[in-house]
Nanobody, 116 residues
């Protein structure tokens, strides 16, 4: 069983920056960040493969950067030029592959609030 521990959320003004971190307790393959705003479905923010290939939602391209430290099993999300519409609970996601197939893990979520 792998546990994901997130940190770095908080309250920031429009245009500000935050950096989220997510540390996995074991070896994982792909990692990513998702977010869920009140009354909305959870949506993909950014993902990064074990090889470092990245993918971003159109709404965050050019503002957010995902990165990872494989030695620490940690993924980061640098968020710049934050907007009120970025307000949401941000969830870390990771997966790994076993003989039984792909296993998906989620963090507990961290609140990001952007004030106007």
């Amino acid at each position: 069983q792998v546990q994901l521990v997130e940190s770095g959320g908080g309250l920031v003004q429009t245009g500000g920056s935050l950096r989220l971190s997510c540390a996995a307790s074991g070896s994982i393959a792909n990692m990513g960040w998702y977010r869920q705003a009140p009354g909305k479905k959870r949506e993909l923010v950014a993902t990064i493969t074990s090889g470092g290939s990245t993918n971003y939602a159109d709404s965050v391209k050019g503002r957010f950067t995902i990165s990872r430290d494989n030695a620490k099993n940690t993924v980061y999300l640098q968020m710049n030029s934050l907007k009120p519409e970025d307000t949401a609970v941000y969830y870390c996601n990771a997966d790994r592959y076993t003989f039984a197939g792909r296993i998906d893990y989620w963090g507990q979520g961290t609140q990001v609030t952007v004030s106007s």
